[in-house]
């Protein structure tokens, strides 16, 4: 065993792909039209309990819509969080906006608390009327009172909250928080396809069972290869409003109006999933409880495995969440006698593949000078967090090497 | 044969499409890592005889990652043509700046006359030191002198021209004003991959046998499912010179300057094409020379089929141009009984599938107010083109079933 190559995360593609792909290429139907699309839709949206999901081509894209119907535009703050992958704040840029960056709680997630603090102290609720907003803004948006950043003037228009890992963010007080302060609540789900809450009396009843992406104004989730299913590259975009996911398509497609005459009544995308793409997906999302029954396994694998080293923490998600446990975080600290960077190279050694979290994204080159809240968390977490490998293919045996090799470290 | 429904262009995959898909699938390379990405990369820049080519999602995705390249950014115009998809001008929008209209010529594409007309009416050229560009700008392009549009005081750093339905746009005389005036050239050869200028002598020795997409600074192929080889929906970025190629795969794939450590130097996007995908256009390009013939003789048979019907003209292209014969276009003028309109209405009812060309994209609402040139040939053609079944898979027998429809509309 200690010869093969072990990888971070990987596909897993032992169901209906090839029938499914097949079809579609016998068919003929590779591209933006074709059944998988509509079936996909379909079935992500039963799967996480909301009428209706639009496909499109990365959790990019999906972030990018997501912003626009929104209302976010040129001149705009968006709060983000700083620990996360850097997709999901450069659609705010792509608007003409700026982020806003906030520090992580133990969950890795949006501190509400900073959230909180934020919105209360640097910004104030001003009513419509007092803005400066043109007419298009306010059809967007409805009428007020909208959130504005008083040293700035800048409206905030949205908030992103990243549902790290497949933790959960804790949702019930950041839309407590949304619901006094108004901005739209955009969820980067794309790393929690399948997490939720449980229906634990702790758990506020209208939370009950709520899946990741289906509890704000929209929810985007990621098909890329190295999530917990994959179309290769891919996203969906949720809502529980209607109107919004119709525009959503509209926007995916090109806003086209008079499809027959090439008519178009905005600026859209071609932000489309193809047949070939979706074909692949609806074979993957048939076997997501399953692959979430192996990543729980793995992780308690790991848990067990790992238990009792003194400097390693293997972290938890959120009480009363029902996880789809995407990524292991593994945090290195001292007496562990070495770094989280010093790790990944003792792993990869024995042809393991790991990896250090994200570089915080207020921290980076295109981001330097933001706004942002007093980083305590994440910088802590930036620099313990090791990834151990997480694919639905890794085995048993294969964790528990990964483990044997980790505590030899010690 | 009479009910036999005839499409307008759909993808034709006889070829090792199969073949190639499954082995991805069955090693589980489906994503934005593979083989097959570099592999048909590599078939499409020697295709079309560049050192290098940079796929990408769509082929708007590669003409915003162009503008991007010629340092378009917030407040510039950029100048395009009117009658085409709306794809090529969206990515105008993408980056803040604004459309500048023109006209088309007997080509369909830009007219090289009324662009000249523009920069030397409209526009000045100033130095760089007496322009307000930033430090950022001037690394993107260089040093002076820039064009600026003389009203509003706008830079007018780039220009889109787009080989429509697969002929050639007059690049000779376009490059001739370009160094003049010093737009940076973006050519959208989305739906002309395959087309070049022949070796006849009176073409300028530079350009003999010269492919659409590789005389600019930067161009554009598509593979959507209606193009004439299809990765079900993606693109390529191809160009001389190898470090625009360079920045174009970064801004591709998130601008990771540091992969390990998530570290990026720019704003990315997700563009990336898929291993999947491109199994698809790599089995799609070793067909491309056949399906071209078949294009060719099937745009003979209409033609031979169409002659001598007062009022109908089957565009050509223009001279000393091997086309790839994208799509067809039939002028439907007077004394033709119906007008163009009428005429797909008689088609649809014989189970035949034609279109309009695009609404022109200077009268359509996100662009209303936008300067123009003087607007005489798009309009026309705008009320006469209709576009004729041309799929690749369309029989000689299918293509004088519908120029016998066409002639019985007389």
Request: glycine content about 8%; proline content about 5%.
């Amino acid at each position: 065993m200690e010869d093969r190559f072990i990888p971070l995360s990987v596909p897993n593609l032992k169901g209906k792909e090839l029938e499914y792909v097949t079809h579609a290429v016998e068919t003929e139907w590779v591209s933006t039209a074709g059944p998988y699309v509509t079936d996909f839709e379909a079935a992500v949206a039963k799967y996480v309990g909301v009428p209706r999901a639009v496909s499109c081509q990365s959790g990019t894209a999906g972030l990018h819509v997501a912003l626009r119907l929104c209302g976010v535009r040129a001149g705009d703050l968006v709060i983000v969080p700083t620990l996360t992958f850097i997709a999901a704040v450069n659609p705010v840029r792509y608007q003409g906006a700026d982020p806003v960056f906030m520090d992580c709680d133990r969950s890795l997630c949006m501190d509400p608390v900073k959230l909180r603090s934020f919105c209360e102290t640097e910004c104030e609720l001003r009513d419509y009327s007092s803005a400066s907003a043109g007419d298009e803004q306010k059809s967007a948006q409805g009428s007020g009172p909208f959130l504005y950043h008083k040293k700035t003037g800048r409206r905030v228009p949205a908030l992103v909250v990243v549902h790290v890992f497949g933790n959960m963010a804790d949702m019930i007080a950041i839309l407590e928080i949304a619901k006094e302060y108004h901005p739209k609540v955009v969820e980067d789900a794309t790393e929690a396809l399948g997490t939720h809450y449980t229906s634990d009396p702790e758990i506020p009843e209208h939370f009950r069972g709520a899946f990741a992406g289906t509890m704000g104004d929209i929810g985007v989730y990621s098909f890329n290869g190295n999530k917990i299913i994959t179309t290769g590259g891919g996203g969906m975009i949720v809502s529980k409003d209607e109107e919004i996911l119709t525009h959503a398509k509209h926007l995916t497609t090109q806003a086209k109006s008079d499809e027959q005459n090439f008519i178009h009544d905005e600026v859209g995308y071609n932000y489309r999933l193809t047949n070939l793409q979706a074909a692949l997906g609806l074979a993957q999302l048939e076997q997501l409880e399953d692959f979430i029954k192996v990543k729980q396994a793995n992780y308690e694998v790991y848990r067990e495995a790992l238990e009792g080293i003194p400097g390693l923490e293997l972290l938890d998600v959120r009480p009363h969440i029902r996880s789809n446990r995407w990524f292991y975080a593994l945090c290195v600290r001292k007496p562990y006698p070495m770094t989280g960077m010093e790790l990944i190279g003792l792993l990869k050694s024995h042809k393991i593949q790991s990896r250090p979290i994200w570089g915080l994204i207020h921290e980076q080159l295109p981001y330097e000078g933001s706004l942002t809240s007093e980083m305590t968390e994440a910088p802590r977490y930036h620099s313990e967090v090791v990834n151990l490998p997480c694919s639905t293919s890794l085995t048993q045996e294969d964790a528990k090497y990964v483990a044997k090799v980790i505590r030899r470290g010690t």
